[in-house]
């Protein structure tokens, strides 16, 4: 599995942007996937969960209400909607594929991809 995370950049606060993580071969549709970033100097931390078939979405509470995390499986691509953007949103974001149904912690995920860079200027 080959993931390849894209869509960063630089966006003033309030703004938004939209990630997107697009997944090589023909099994996307089973698998579920998540969304984690990493700041400078701090550890990998949980964003967003998505299931499958897309029914099923979990958020951390720092973004929740904020972010939004959906897939197309015809395209083999989920995407992160990040909009009302904060400061502390500014890190590295990964898209990754779950090991189980569930995980919040990064152990819980075996394929990651590259890494796109989100900065938010106050």
């Known amino acids: 599995v080959q993931l390849q995370a894209s869509g960063g950049g630089l966006v003033q606060t309030g703004g938004s942007l939209r990630l997107s993580c697009v997944a090589s071969?023909?099994?996307?549709?089973?698998?579920?996937m998540g969304w984690f970033r990493q700041a400078p100097e701090k550890v990998r931390e949980f964003v967003a969960f998505i299931s499958r078939s897309g029914a099923s979405t979990y958020y951390a509470d720092s973004v929740k209400g904020r972010f939004t995390i959906s897939r197309d499986n015809a395209k083999n691509t989920m995407t992160l909607q990040m909009n009302s953007m904060k400061p502390e949103d500014t890190a590295v974001y990964y898209c990754?594929?779950?090991?189980?149904?569930?995980?919040?912690?990064?152990?819980?995920?075996?394929?990651w991809g590259q890494g796109t860079q989100v900065t938010v200027s106050s």
């Open positions: 071969g023909r099994t996307f549709s089973t698998y579920n």
């Open positions: 990754a594929r779950a090991m189980r149904a569930f995980g919040v912690s990064e152990y819980e995920y075996d394929y």
